[in-house]
């Protein structure tokens, strides 16, 4: 008998348990495929890709989402009572997209430069863009 895993019914649940830091592996002969249910991660857990090391997604803390690939981060999500973000980390090439509608758009580039190239900015007629360039780091 392994006492290091325990498969049981809790209730309406079916449980399956391990200790001493052993991994549950998953080895079908064809996919996985969750129906009528979801799955819950806790924050701070990870939701790896591509055999898990370096690209993956994960709620750091409350109501922030965090996508990484290659080890770096990416893109992040944020929803706060100041408002919700969305912060990208790497050179992005944003195809043409209609990317906002409403509220404000502000692009802040503290690593990066920020190029338009063989672009346009269409606003309604009563709202106004304006570009702020300063030299301070």
């Known amino acids: 008998e392994d006492t290091n895993a325990v498969i049981y019914r809790n209730s309406n649940d079916l449980e399956l348990i391990t200790y001493a830091g052993y991994d549950i592996n998953l080895n079908p002969a064809g996919d996985v495929i969750i129906d009528g249910a979801s799955i819950f991660l806790p924050v701070a857990e990870r939701l790896y890709f591509g055999g ?8 750091d803390v409350d109501d922030r989402l965090r996508f990484f690939t290659g080890g770096d981060e990416f893109m992040r999500f944020t929803e706060d009572s100041g408002g919700n973000t ?16 409403t509220g404000d758009i502000n692009i802040i580039s503290g690593l990066f430069s920020i190029f338009i190239f063989s672009s346009f900015i269409l606003l309604p007629p009563d709202k106004t863009c304006i570009f702020l360039v300063s030299e301070e780091r």
Not at 52 to 59: K, L, N, P, V, W
Not at 91 to 99: A, D, I, K, Y
């Open 52 to 59: 898990g090391s370096h690209t993956y997604i994960s709620e």
């Open 86 to 101: 969305l912060n990208l980390y790497q050179p992005t090439n944003l195809q043409t997209q209609t990317l906002f509608n």
